[in-house]
Each structure stands twice: as C-alpha cells, then as structure tokens.
C-alpha cells in the first residue's frame, strides 16, 4: 500500500527492535519515511482516514517499545526531512537530521553552542520533544521554533508556544516536527572540536557507551542525589530481570544483554521506582518514553 503514487511505500509490521538504540519492541501496523512536506502530510492524512494513530520516531534513543508493537504509523523523517543546512548564524535542520549530522554542519560552518548534544544520539526533531539536554545546555537555550505537522497542516511554532522545560515539551502526542532552526554563535571549528573531545571523554567514563540502551530511564528527582546516585545506593548497579540488566556503569540506565523483552525492562523500572520509594521516599518520574501497550504500575508496586 502507498499514500499516493510516488510516494514511499508503507511498510507492514516492521519491528521496533530495528528502530530503537535499545534494540527491543515488536511490529509497527505501519512504517512510512517521508523525504518531503508533501510526503509527511500526505502520510498523516492516510492515517487518519483508517483512524490509525500517527507516532513520529527519531533514532529510538528514548524509546521502549511493546513486545506486542504497536497499532499505529510510526513515521521516520528521511531526505529533506533529515537534511542540514546552514543559513549564516542559522542551523536549518529535517526534524529526522541526526544530532550528530547537526554537529559537525555546524562545526565545518564555525558555529558554537551546540557541542552540549554530542553525546546525545536522537534526532533534532525528537530534542524538541524531549527538549534533550546536557552539560548544562538544551534545546531550549539554541531552538529558535519548529515547523510541527499535524493532521490540521502544518505551522511554524516559536520557542515560547513550545513550553520547553526539564526534558518536557507542549508538543501532543501525533504533532510531528518536520523542521528546526537554531541560533548558534561563531566559534573556531578547532575550539569546538576540542570541547567535543572533551565532553565524550567524559561520558564514556561514566556511562554505559557500549551497551544497547535507551538513555536515562528516570529523570532527576528534586532530591540532592541524582537518579543514578539514588539507585545505585538502593544496591540495584548489575541487578537483572529476563535479558535486562540495570547498567553496572550508571544505575540510571539499562542495557539489553542480548534477549531483552520489553516486560523485563518495565519490571527493572517498578523495581527501582519501589526501591527508591521505599529506601528515599522518593518517587522517580520516568524520562524514557513508552511505546504500545506498556504502563508502570504505581511507585512502589512490581509488575
Ligand atoms: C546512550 C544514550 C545517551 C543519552 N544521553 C542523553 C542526554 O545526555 N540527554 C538527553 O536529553 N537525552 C539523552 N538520551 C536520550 C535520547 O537520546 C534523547 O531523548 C533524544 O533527544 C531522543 O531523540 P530521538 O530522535 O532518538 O527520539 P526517539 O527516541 O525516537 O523519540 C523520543 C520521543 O520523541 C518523539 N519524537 C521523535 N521524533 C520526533 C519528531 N520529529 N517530532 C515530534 N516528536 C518526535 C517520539 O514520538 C517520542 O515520544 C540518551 C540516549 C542514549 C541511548
């Protein structure tokens, strides 16, 4: 089946395991890759003459999927959506360019300012969403606005209608950002370059850079211990459920050892949460986001 002729195919049951850096989750109902605005919107109007949700999906690097998938189209933006260009001080950027992609456009052009997303492997688009940050920097600090699609058409939102906060944006589930614009600053490519080396020096010395994962699974609690502080306290660094293992690098990740289902993710997730209530009272919020037919329960109940 295909929205329109000459358009990219939709592809049936695709499984979400290929789409996500964690490497779990079973089939999309369907899976299109736009290259163009007409494309995208012309996808999202397929979808909603079936009545089928709409999810936009980046590289997967916050993502845990079903095991049962999920009953909905899952759009990856590729061609002009996933292309960069520089615009004087201007990063014009697809909603699906790679962080990575972004970085070194911006780099070879002598802009600064966006070094902070080297370690950060998702999409320009799903950074608006999550409003992505680190080392003190997010999206929030170099996004001027987005060009967000929905099944209305599409528009232009500026930083302020966006509502970027901790790892939150106002974006609603099924609005796509098809295109991003940041303002970054001119910078020596050698000054960049170094604070690059510099940051992923770092990360690789405290994270699990190797291992298949989806990120930070909690956010930080207002608490003066980080998340992964507070679940390594709780004893949890190398504890496992199934092919899950919560990180024994950062307590605040966990990796697919190899056979990892989406079940025994979420049940590592409702330990920790117990555990974390009950040694801290405190109540982690998750920070990685649930695809398909996947709940938490409760803080302090196990799955
Ligand atoms: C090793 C590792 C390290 C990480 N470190 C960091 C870190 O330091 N800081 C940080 O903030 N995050 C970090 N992450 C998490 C993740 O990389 C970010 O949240 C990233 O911004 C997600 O981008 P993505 O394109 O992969 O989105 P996905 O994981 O594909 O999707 C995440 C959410 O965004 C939505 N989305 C995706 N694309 C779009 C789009 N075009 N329009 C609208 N919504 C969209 C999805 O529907 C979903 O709700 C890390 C992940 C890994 C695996």
Redo the contacts with the bound molecule.
């Keep these: 089946m295909s929205p329109q002729a000459g358009s990219p195919a939709v592809e049936e049951g695709v499984p979400l395991a290929r789409l996500?850096?964690v490497g779990i989750g079973g089939p999309a109902r369907a899976f299109v890759q736009p290259r163009t605005l007409a494309e995208l919107e012309q996808a999202v109007a397929w979808a909603f003459e079936r009545g089928l949700r709409v999810?936009?999906?980046?590289?997967?690097?916050?993502?845990l999927a079903a095991d049962a998938g999920v009953e909905a189209l899952v759009v990856r933006?590729a061609g002009e959506l996933a292309a960069v260009d520089i615009q004087g001080e201007l990063l014009v950027a697809g909603?699906?360019a790679a962080n990575a992609v972004c970085l070194h456009r911006a780099r070879a052009a002598g802009l600064g300012g966006f070094e902070f997303a080297c370690?950060?492997?998702?999409?320009a688009?799903?950074?608006?969403?999550?409003n992505?940050?680190?080392y003190g920097s997010?999206w929030s600090q170099v996004l001027v606005r987005a060009l967000v699609v929905d099944s209305g058409g599409a528009d232009w939102l500026r930083l302020d209608e966006l509502e970027l906060g901790y790892?939150h944006s106002a974006?609603r589930p099924g609005?796509?950002?098809?295109r991003v614009e940041f303002r970054l600053v001119p910078h020596p490519p050698d000054d960049v370059k170094r604070t690059i080396a510099e940051l992923n020096a770092q990360r690789k010395a405290t994270?699990p850079?190797n291992k298949r994962?989806?990120?930070?699974v909690f956010k930080n609690p207002a608490h003066e211990l980080g998340a992964g502080r507070m679940l390594e306290a709780c004893g949890l660094k190398g504890h496992r459920i199934g092919g899950a293992q919560i990180s024994p690098v950062h307590a605040n990740f966990i990796e697919n050892t190899g056979d990892a289902k989406a079940v025994d993710a979420l049940a590592l997730m409702a330990e920790a949460r117990r555990r974390a209530l009950e040694q801290f009272g405190v109540v982690l919020e998750r920070e990685v986001?649930l695809l398909g037919d996947l709940e938490l329960p409760p803080a302090g109940e196990t799955l």
């Design positions: 996500t850096t999810v936009p999906i980046g590289l997967g690097s916050n993502l933006l909603g699906g370690a950060i492997p998702g999409t688009g799903g950074g608006v969403r999550m992505a940050g680190a997010d790892r974006l609005q796509i950002v098809a994270q850079t994962t989806f990120g930070s986001e």
